[in-house]
Every structure is written in structure tokens, then in C-alpha cells.
């Protein structure tokens, strides 16, 4: 009963109190009265009906505001002195307190700054060995800007090994530059896999050193930093381990230090172990949980650099420079001189493919479709055996995959005494020497291209696999096809066919077709002197592509100027010249032009020739 009256009092002194609240004294005034309340005689029949008891008990009456008066005498005024000392002492008060803030502050400060000095790394600049002590064992590299000579011994990850017979075996202290090729950190342990040249990798690894964890940490910290595909240096010593994933099985580096030279963005276009991985593996993971990405070729042409680190796209280009290198060391054996002619030209030097153009100081000049015309000139000019190795442009809009816009010619020339066979014999003994060397002093590559990208060895016969023109044509009709008259090119598929066809009679994916009809033949061919419908020309063919085209050369001025009238061939000042070095007379002449990009590609089995190209050039590409 106590707790409900109370409770109502409580009610009833919130509600006077929100009175005078919102409606202000006036209305207040009606609960302040004089008349006293008194109480009358409750009688609570039940617990139920106590409120509306309690409520009725109550009478108004005066509220005695005396006591809410007080009765003691004003405050005495402060003099200035006692305000001015109160002032002064709140004030010191306000300033130790912000006193007080500064410090925890400076403090607070203090404390971080050294955190950040513990764990800052900084950038390293490497002068001398010799200071190596006084650098930090990991950071960033300061630009490598031809400042010094440091004097580190850096080592090909090849030379090092798990044996004593290792050039660099166990306990041995290495330094490394090489990519990073992949990271992996947990807790104080870290192991990564350095990269040189696309082929050579290494494991190297870090653990925490309860001695000094500081360092540990800060080492980790670093590593952590790392991007994948960055250039790093790598101090480490050789131990034995067996490692699986890498090149050298046998051994692993433990780190030193570590810093990178030139870090690469975290994010890129795709990764290389991506566009390493081949047709079978991308299409055999689409049914999986974890499907390969399927690169296309656009994406990785226009990030050629980041493509040509893949092993096998990085193997495609040193067969590329062993092409060449074997294609000299044949010719060089064989009496040939390397020459250089212009690239830019005052006409066409290959009547039928396009040509571009461009001003030459108020003159319109052409970028060389061929040397042809020089290499001819270079026969006038008494050396009698040429080759060379250059740019080649044709402006045909062919969007196949065996076409460029540019493309390096391994082109020759050479006098002869009696037939062009000679130059037939010259040539074959020059494949043969690159196509032997290829498997032998390139094998590594070899394996590595094959490896993502399927092909058998090319094979060929000991001597010169020749078709004359009327027997490809028998064999071509006994295939199915309608040759017409046998006065026209082959077709892409004819050829294919014709390739099947040498392979199963001949035994050999090398071989050389003669005799072309003279009508598809460039003006310089000699025509054939039984039969001027058809020339002395030839083509050669991997698999059954073509990849080089060649002829015995019409080195008589008079009949070369008839063949260029007949086929209505302006005769420019470049041509003039031409015709002129074989009025002073010139001796009788055969070669060849071939294609390396073709080359490669065929050899390889690769399914389109811009895998061949370092950056190829197309009728829809001109970068990179």
C-alpha cells in the first residue's frame, strides 16, 4: 500500500512540474492554494481498488511557500584582489591540465616514433661490397643508376647444385638477380622461387631467428612487401634439399638478404604461369572446380613482354635467333658474304605484293618488300655468293595466321656456272644443318617449347627432295582436286595436301617444288627453256607450307626488260638502275628468300606465326 502512494506522489509532482513547465506560473498557481488538504477516511475493501483509494484520500490544500524561502543573509562582493586571485588559480588549473595533455601526448608520440624507427625500412644503396656490413640485409634497392661498381660476383642459377661437383655447392655464399617467380609466408617462415631467363629456378627460404627476433620480424615484414615478377638480388647460402618444383632439385638457398631492383605492380594483366600452361591442361581444367583462365592472343600481344616470360614463348624466340645463327654458320662455311642493302627504296622491288609508302624529301619512296634487286646488284658487283638478314615489309592486308605485314628475310644470292640446282644443293645442305643443330644444340629448348606446345621433329632426306611442277599436279588431281589447266598458284589446302601426300611417298616433311607456271612468278625469273609458260623457279615447303621462295634469276637485260613490259611493270629509276647493272655485265645468278618467322613457326608446330614474332606486325597491329 506504502509503495502505491508513494508511486502516485511521484506521478502527481512530474505532472505539477511539466504544468509549470509548459504553461508557466499562472497555471502552477492553481495547485499553490491556501487551503489546506486534508485527509479523509479511507476505506480499501481490497488490494485491487487501493489507487482509486489512495487518489479520493486526498483534499487540496495551501501549499506553505515560507519554507521554500530563504532566510540567510546575501552573499557578501568579492573584492578585485579575490576575483583576480580566483581567476589566476582556475587558470593554472586549465593550463597544468593541458600541460598534463601535452606530455601524454609527446609521450604517446615518442613511443610511436620509435615503433616506426624499429620496424621502418629503408632504402638501400649499394656501393661496395666491402661496406656490405653496414647496409641493411633487406629494402628496396636506391635506382640502379651506374653510380659504382659494387663489386658482387652475381652467379646463373644453373651452376648451383646439391653436390660437391656444383659449381656452386653446399655452404657456398651466392649473390642472385632474378625474378621473383613466386612467394609464400607463414608465420616466421618464408619460401620463394627465383627465376633467370624463363628456364632456371631456385627455392630459397628464410626461417625467424629466436636470437634475434627483431630482425626476423623486420625481415618478414619485408618479404611481405614482395610482388611476384619483380626483380630482385638475393644473398644466400647453398644447402641441400630436395625440391621438387624447381629446376635445381637438389638444393635450396637460405637468405641473407634480399632487395628489390625494380618491384612490379601487384596486380597484373595475367600471370605467367598462366600463359604457360597449354591448350590441353587450359581446356582438360574447364569441367573442374577450378577452371585454367584461357589467355587469348590480343590480350597477350598487347602485353608481349609480360608473354615472352612464359618458358616456352621465351624458348620460341632464342629458336628464333638459332635459326639465324645456324642459317650464317652454313652460308659462312659455304663461301657467302653478309651484306646490307636499304630498306628504303625508289619503286617496287616484288611486282604483285603491296608496298608502303612514304615522302622522301618531296619524293615518294618505298619501304623494301625484299632485297631482291640488290642482292642481284651484289652479283654484278663481282662478289659472286651474298646473304643477309633483314626487315621485310608488305603492305597486303591478309589477316591469316601464317601472314605479317613485317617480317625478317633470310634471303641469299649466288653466281652459278650451269643450273640452279647448284643453289637447290646450297640450300638443302643449309636446312639440313638447322634442322640437326635445332634438335641437338637446342634441345633444351626444344623440350621446353614442346612441352606446352606439341610438335614432332622435322624430318628430310640426305639429299634434295625435288617435285617438278607436272608430277605435284598428278598427285594434287589424284587428291581430289580440279587443277584446271595446271597454270595456276596452289591454294592453302593444296599445298597442306600436297605436303601429306611427299610425307607418305617421300618420307619427308622438307621438300622442294620446281618448274612454277612463269604467269605467278615475279618479273626477275628466268622462264623455263623448253617452255616459257613455265620458269625456272621453285618454292620450299615444311609440312606443307611454304617457307621460301627462289628461282634462277633472268640476268639478260633485254629479256627482263620484255618480261617487265609484258607485265605492264612501270620501269621507275630503281628499276632503271637495276636493268644497267647487268649491261655491264653480271653472271648468271640463283637464290632464295626466305621467311624466319615461317620458319619457326612450321618447324615448331605452332598454330599461328605471330607465336613466332617478337612483336609482330599485322594489318590491325602497330604496337607494341
Not at 189 to 202: A, K, P, Y
Not at 346 to 372: I, K, N, R
Request: charged content about 30%; overall charge negative; glycine content about 6%.
Amino acid at each position: 500500500m506504502l509503495s502505491i502512494r508513494l508511486m502516485l506522489i511521484f506521478v502527481s509532482s512530474a505532472g505539477i512540474r511539466r504544468a509549470v513547465g509548459s504553461n508557466g506560473a499562472s497555471f502552477a498557481s492553481a495547485f499553490l492554494t491556501s487551503a489546506p488538504l486534508a485527509p479523509k477516511p479511507v476505506v480499501v475493501p481490497s488490494t485491487s481498488a487501493a489507487a482509486a483509494a489512495i487518489t479520493q484520500s486526498w483534499t487540496r490544500r495551501p501549499l506553505n511557500t515560507a519554507r521554500f524561502m530563504s532566510t540567510d543573509a546575501p552573499a557578501e562582493e568579492k573584492t578585485e584582489e579575490e576575483k583576480a586571485a580566483i581567476k589566476a588559480a582556475r587558470e593554472e588549473r586549465k593550463a597544468a591540465k593541458e600541460r598534463q595533455k601535452a606530455e601524454k601526448a609527446a609521450k604517446k608520440a615518442a613511443k610511436k616514433a620509435a615503433e616506426e624507427e624499429a620496424n621502418r625500412i629503408d632504402e638501400v644503396t649499394y656501393l661496395s661490397v666491402s661496406e656490405q656490413e653496414s647496409y641493411a640485409p633487406m629494402g628496396d634497392m636506391a635506382t640502379v643508376m651506374s653510380k659504382s661498381r659494387s663489386g658482387r660476383d652475381f652467379v646463373d642459377v644453373k651452376d648451383i647444385g646439391g653436390s660437391d661437383d656444383a659449381k656452386y655447392g653446399p655452404e657456398s655464399t651466392v649473390w642472385l638477380r632474378g625474378r621473383l617467380n613466386s612467394i609464400r609466408i607463414k608465420g616466421g617462415s618464408c619460401f620463394l622461387v627465383l627465376r633467370q631467363n624463363s628456364f632456371d629456378t631456385v627455392q630459397a627460404c628464410f626461417f625467424k631467428d629466436k636470437e634475434n627476433p627483431e630482425l626476423s620480424a623486420k625481415m618478414i615484414k619485408y618479404l611481405k612487401t614482395l610482388t611476384t615478377e619483380s626483380m630482385i638480388d638475393l644473398e644466400g647460402t647453398v644447402s641441400t634439399a630436395e625440391v621438387r618444383s624447381c629446376s635445381i632439385k637438389d638444393a635450396e638457398l637460405v637468405i641473407n638478404r634480399i632487395h628489390a631492383v625494380s618491384k612490379a605492380d601487384a596486380m597484373l594483366p595475367f600471370l605467367v604461369e598462366d600463359a604457360a600452361r597449354s591448350e590441353k591442361e587450359v581446356d582438360e581444367s574447364q569441367d573442374t572446380d577450378r577452371p585454367f583462365p584461357r589467355l587469348g592472343q590480343e590480350i597477350r600481344l598487347d602485353h608481349r613482354w609480360l608473354d615472352l616470360r612464359a618458358p616456352a614463348n621465351n624458348a620460341i624466340m632464342r629458336i628464333q635467333s638459332a635459326v639465324c645463327q645456324l642459317f650464317r654458320e652454313s652460308l659462312y662455311s659455304q663461301g657467302f658474304v653478309e651484306i646490307h642493302t636499304p630498306k628504303l627504296i625508289a619503286g617496287e622491288s616484288e611486282s604483285g605484293a603491296g608496298v608502303f609508302t612514304t615522302d622522301y624529301f618531296g619524293t615518294t619512296a618505298c619501304l623494301a618488300q625484299s632485297p631482291q634487286l640488290y642482292k642481284q646488284m651484289a652479283i654484278s658487283s663481282d662478289i659472286d655468293r651474298v646473304f643477309e638478314i633483314g626487315p621485310v615489309f608488305r603492305a597486303e592486308n591478309s589477316n591469316t595466321r601464317r601472314h605479317l605485314c613485317e617480317f625478317t628475310g633470310l634471303d641469299l644470292e649466288m653466281a652459278i656456272n650451269d643450273h640452279y640446282l647448284e643453289t637447290l644443293e646450297v640450300v638443302h645442305k643449309m636446312f639440313k644443318h638447322i634442322f640437326e643443330s635445332l634438335e641437338t644444340r637446342w634441345a633444351r629448348e626444344l623440350e621446353t617449347i614442346r612441352t606446352q606446345y606439341e610438335s614432332e621433329p622435322v624430318t628430310f632426306t640426305d639429299e634434295p627432295c625435288v617435285l617438278h611442277w607436272p608430277e605435284a599436279m598428278e598427285i594434287l588431281r589424284g587428291e581430289g582436286f580440279d587443277m584446271g589447266d595446271g597454270l595456276g598458284d596452289l591454294t592453302g589446302a593444296q599445298e597442306l595436301a600436297l605436303g601429306a601426300a611427299v610425307k607418305e611417298k617421300y618420307g619427308t616433311d622438307f621438300f622442294m617444288l620446281d618448274k612454277y607456271p612463269s604467269d605467278i612468278r615475279p618479273f626477275y625469273t628466268m622462264p623455263d627453256p623448253e617452255d616459257d609458260r613455265f620458269s625456272n623457279s621453285y618454292d620450299m615447303f615444311i609440312r606443307g607450307q611454304e617457307i621460301c621462295s627462289g628461282a634462277q634469276r633472268c640476268h639478260d637485260p633485254e629479256l627482263v626488260t620484255k618480261i617487265i613490259e609484258k607485265k605492264g611493270i612501270e620501269i621507275g629509276d630503281g628499276l632503271k638502275t637495276y636493268i644497267e647493272s647487268f649491261r655491264h655485265g653480271v653472271s648468271p645468278h640463283a637464290g632464295a628468300g626466305i621467311g624466319l618467322e615461317r620458319v619457326v613457326f612450321l618447324y615448331l608446330g605452332l598454330d599461328n606465326v605471330r607465336k613466332a614474332s617478337m612483336f609482330p606486325r599485322d594489318p590491325n597491329r602497330c604496337t607494341p
